[in-house]
Nanobody, 115 residues
């Protein structure tokens, strides 16, 4: 089993920045992909960004150029630096870890972008 604990969500004004963190623990197999998804009210969960153990990254179109994903392999932690935040970025952000055997989700952290 793998446990994922997210932190760093909150309220921010449009144009502001936030940094999310997700720490993984348990039976973590490599290679794997760690990433962030988000779900806004009434919408489907969508990919925000993901990073492999080799460091390859993938971003959703709506966040390219504004968000940056990174990971610390030694700490089993993934980060999401979010800049130039917009009201439409408001959502619950979920951490995800996938490896060949399974996929795991965190409980989510709420990000609200509002003035």
């Amino acid at each position: 089993q793998v446990q994922l604990v997210e932190s760093g969500g909150g309220l921010v004004q449009p144009g502001g920045s936030l940094r999310l963190s997700c720490a993984a623990s348990g039976s973590i197999f490599s290679p794997n992909v760690m990433g962030w998804y988000r779900q806004a009210p009434g919408k489907q969960r969508e990919l925000v960004a993901a990073v492999t153990t080799e460091g390859s990254t993938n971003y959703g179109d709506s966040v390219k150029g504004r968000f940056t994903i990174s990971r610390d392999i030694a700490k089993n932690t993934v980060y999401l630096q979010m800049n130039s935040l917009k009201p439409e970025d408001t959502a619950v952000y979920y951490c995800n870890l996938k490896h060949v055997f399974s996929s795991y989700w965190g409980k989510g952290t709420l990000v609200t972008v509002s003035s």
